[in-house]
C-alpha cells in the first residue's frame, strides 16, 4: 500500500516556496514503482533512519492520490515507519 502523508499543512511542509509531503509504502519496490509512475526520479528517494521516503510536491501528492495511494496524518506516517524500523506490522 502506498501512504501521502499530510505534512503540507504544517511548517515543516515548506521547501522552497513549495508544500512538501512525504510517501512511504508497505514495500520499498512497490514504492519505487508507485514512484516512477507518477513521474518520480529513483535519485529522489530518501533512504531515511526516521523512515524510507520520497519528497512529493502538491501536484504530485495529488497524483498519487488520483492513482491509488492513501492520505495519512504525520503520526501515522511515523507509525507506519516505525513499525517498519521494528519489524512490526502496522493496523
Known amino acids: 500500500m502506498?501512504?501521502?502523508?499530510?505534512?503540507?499543512?504544517?511548517?515543516?511542509?515548506?521547501?522552497?516556496?513549495?508544500?512538501?509531503?512525504?510517501?512511504?509504502?508497505?514495500?520499498?519496490?512497490?514504492?519505487?514503482?508507485?514512484?516512477?509512475?507518477?513521474?518520480?526520479?529513483?535519485?529522489?528517494?530518501?533512504q531515511s533512519p526516521s523512515g524510507d521516503h520520497y519528497d512529493i510536491s502538491l501536484?504530485?501528492?495529488?497524483?498519487?492520490?488520483?492513482l491509488g495511494a492513501h492520505e495519512i496524518t504525520m503520526r501515522e506516517c511515523a507509525a507506519i515507519c516505525w513499525c517498519q524500523r521494528n519489524k512490526l506490522i502496522y493496523s
Not at 513549495?18 to 528517494?45: P, Q, V
Request: hydrophobic residues 45%; proline residues 0%; without cysteine.
Open 59 to 66: 501536484g504530485v501528492r495529488k497524483k498519487a492520490v488520483a
Open 2 to 46: 502506498i501512504y501521502v502523508d499530510n505534512m503540507f499543512q504544517t511548517s515543516m511542509g515548506d521547501f522552497r516556496g513549495m508544500r512538501m509531503s512525504h510517501m512511504i509504502a508497505d514495500d520499498i519496490e512497490e514504492l519505487h514503482a508507485f514512484a516512477r509512475r507518477i513521474g518520480m526520479k529513483r535519485s529522489w528517494f530518501q
